[in-house]
């Protein structure tokens, strides 16, 4: 009998209830020994609502977090068991279970953040933003052209921190009567200031390619993912090259909604095994770990589709390939960077080898590569977005106490 979509679904259902239930009792037995911050000790709050598997938006922040934790007291609410057991194993900063209202009503209580962060548009996010007696801010979890960057949820924060100038005229260009000068602060990519650690290959000759897609997205106009309709082609040539080396990153969500997407993703992990089995000097690899900074910085050529990896990358100032989308129907916004982007089409993914060399060698594509960096970063000197981003939080601290005097309420 064929398996039909809603019995896919119900299969889904199931699983994710078994596994909520086992992270509770989980939970149960590790929250005990979780030391409990002092009542109102914690200045900044980042408030996550998701379950692990969109843990990635909230890790990026982890190490500019741990920076201003050094000057301020941070801590993540979690609403999810399976998302506060893997804080608990990895966060830099405090955590806090506030799985039900109530709890998070606990937390304001004892707490009183003077600012909360929210690094997505979780609709439980209203839940927390019920509270008028703090800043709500919305950082995001990257910089990027999609639709969901010009989402006129922006206007449900006190303040939104973009990273520069391409954002700006973004959100002007898509919002109505939003005061930009008013609600918004740059702060250009403070994740960049800590892309670090060691590749886990040899420094050799090979060139390094970097494809690192994105899901499938959940509805057409949002269909960038590149995995089932260019990616097998790039990994095929670029394992069977021994000139190369293929550093396999495709989002965590990849294969969730769509089963031939998945399928795609598992031929290509399985021909990295294959490829490395057969040479084990390649060293290919299939990445899938959470720390994101040395495979951007390291890679000699990288290939993404329209997400976040394209302006992570372009804080690099390294050559960079861009997924034309296969689906007509998906929303290519190319007014920004995307109207100047080096874009590999399903039909080029035929020579894919001639376009990473040529994209390695090209000074023009360099020299372009710059003006856009400073277009959507501003000034990418090593240290100066973090600078930018504790200024941000310094000047909403300051905003906080100065509205609080004068209601009073100090």
């Keep these: 009998m064929p398996i039909t979509s809603d019995l896919r679904t119900a299969v889904r259902l199931a699983d994710r209830l078994i596994k909520s239930r086992r992270s509770r009792r989980e939970l149960a037995r590790a929250l005990p020994a979780v030391p ?191 995995i089932a309709s260019h990616g097998t082609a790039i990994a095929e040539q670029v394992l069977a090259s021994p000139r190369h080396r293929l550093v396999y990153r495709p989002h965590p969500r990849s294969g969730v909604l769509d089963a031939g997407y998945r399928a795609a993703h598992e031929r290509i992990v399985a021909a990295i095994a294959t490829a490395n089995a057969a040479d084990p000097s390649a060293h290919h690899l299939h990445d899938d770990g959470g720390d994101l900074g040395w495979q951007l910085a390291d890679a000699d050529v990288a290939i993404t589709d329209i997400s976040a990896m394209i302006y992570d990358r372009l804080a690099v100032g390294k050559p960079l390939l861009v997924t034309r989308p296969a689906s007509p129907e998906a929303d290519v916004d190319e007014r920004g960077y995307l109207s100047d982007a080096n874009w590999l089409t399903v039909a080029d993914t035929a020579g894919v080898l001639a376009r990473i060399d040529a994209a390695a060698s090209d000074d023009a594509e360099l020299a372009k590569l710059r003006h856009w960096v400073v277009r959507y970063f501003g000034d990418t000197t090593p240290g100066e977005a973090t600078r930018r981003f504790h200024d941000g939080i310094e000047w909403l601290l300051e905003r906080w106490r100065s509205v609080a005097a004068a209601r009073g309420e100090a």
């Design 36 to 226: 409990t911050p002092a009542p109102g000790s914690i200045e900044v709050a980042v408030y996550f609502a998701d379950g692990p598997v969109n843990m990635y938006q909230v890790r990026q922040w982890y190490a500019p977090l741990a920076e201003l934790a050094k000057t301020h007291q941070v801590a993540i609410v979690s609403r999810s068991p399976g998302t506060m057991l893997k804080l608990l194993e990895e966060s830099p900063v405090p955590s806090v279970y506030a799985r039900q209202v109530v709890d998070l009503e606990h937390f304001v209580d004892t707490q009183a953040p003077k600012i909360v962060l929210y690094v997505n548009q979780n609709a439980r996010n209203f839940q927390m933003m019920r509270y008028g007696r703090m800043w709500h801010v919305f950082v995001n979890h990257g910089e990027s052209d999609k639709m969901y960057m010009t989402t006129n949820q922006f206007k449900a924060y006190d303040y939104a921190m973009i990273a520069g100038d391409a954002a700006r005229d973004r959100l002007a260009e898509a919002l109505w009567d939003y005061d930009l000068d008013a609600r918004t602060i740059a702060i250009g990519r403070p994740q960049a200031d800590h892309f670090a650690g060691a590749a886990p290959y040899p420094d050799d000759d090979r060139t390094v390619v970097l494809y690192a897609p994105t899901w499938e997205g959940d509805r057409p106009a949002a269909a960038y993912g590149s």
